[in-house]
């Protein structure tokens, strides 16, 4: 069954403390997997795609790697801002169109 | 500012009550999607339109309908809505898909 898990669903860090959030997936015909940031009350907004075992993207503190199973997030030295659900989604071929997100990770940054 | 915008922000309906949600689009895109997000289950894909007289069933279509206005509109119809379909909707496009999507501001919807 195709599939997508994010862990761990909920992450509390102190301001600084670095940490990574973890999706995995079981899918073929993997065309890229997308990381999202939602904030209470809003839509998700789009952070990096990658599309192949080994590529890595980063935007400020935030890191995503991606292997033939699973996905990082990396988040170094977090600060209090970052604080949000963090969604990954896969887009894969299966016939139809198909694009599945995971249930995601609430992230809470404490100062 | 361009974006992906949703009316209405918030709405109750009583079982049985029909509305459509309305979505609209300044960036050009070709593709447009309707999901909805309840607690656990993540974002599940209602329907899509791949581009501008085009329309596809997602993984969970029962209950809805859609249809794409022209390229910038894309709405969602409840004909009788059920206390099943109380959830939050996000529209969204893209073009192509692997420049992510963008994701209006969501419509909370109630139904009792």
């Known amino acids: 069954e195709d599939q997508v898990t994010q862990s761990p669903e909920a992450l509390r860090l102190q301001e600084g403390e670095s940490s990574s959030l973890n999706c995995s997936y079981t899918?073929?015909?993997?065309?890229?997997l997308f990381w999202y940031r939602q904030d209470p009350g809003k839509g998700p907004e789009f952070l990096f795609t990658?599309?192949?075992a080994g590529e890595e993207k980063e935007k400020e503190r935030l890191k995503a790697t991606l292997t033939k199973k699973e996905s990082f997030l990396h988040i170094t030295a977090p600060k209090p801002e970052d604080s949000a659900t963090y969604l990954c989604?896969?887009?894969?071929?299966?016939?139809?169109?198909?694009?599945?997100f995971g249930t995601g990770t609430r992230l809470k940054v404490l100062a | 500012n361009a974006g992906v915008t949703q009316t209405p922000k918030f709405q109750v309906l009583k079982t049985g009550q029909s509305m459509t949600l309305q979505c609209a689009q300044d960036?050009?895109?070709?593709?447009m999607y309707w999901y909805r997000q309840d607690p656990g289950m993540g974002l599940r894909l209602i329907y899509y339109?791949?581009?501008?007289?085009?329309?596809d069933k997602g993984e969970v279509p029962n209950g809805y309908n859609v249809s794409r206005l022209n390229k910038r509109e894309f709405s969602l119809r409840l004909e009788s809505a059920a206390p099943s379909q109380t959830s939050v909707y996000f529209c969204?496009?893209?073009?192509?898909?692997?420049?992510?999507?963008?994701f209006g501001s969501g419509t909370r919807l109630t139904v009792v």
């Open positions: 969204a496009s893209t073009d192509p898909v692997m420049y992510g999507y963008t």
């Open positions: 960036m050009n895109h070709n593709s």
């Open positions: 990658l599309y192949s």
């Open positions: 989604a896969v887009h894969f071929t299966s016939g139809t169109y198909k694009y599945i």
């Open positions: 339109s791949a581009s501008e007289g085009t329309t």
């Open positions: 899918v073929s015909g993997l065309r890229g």
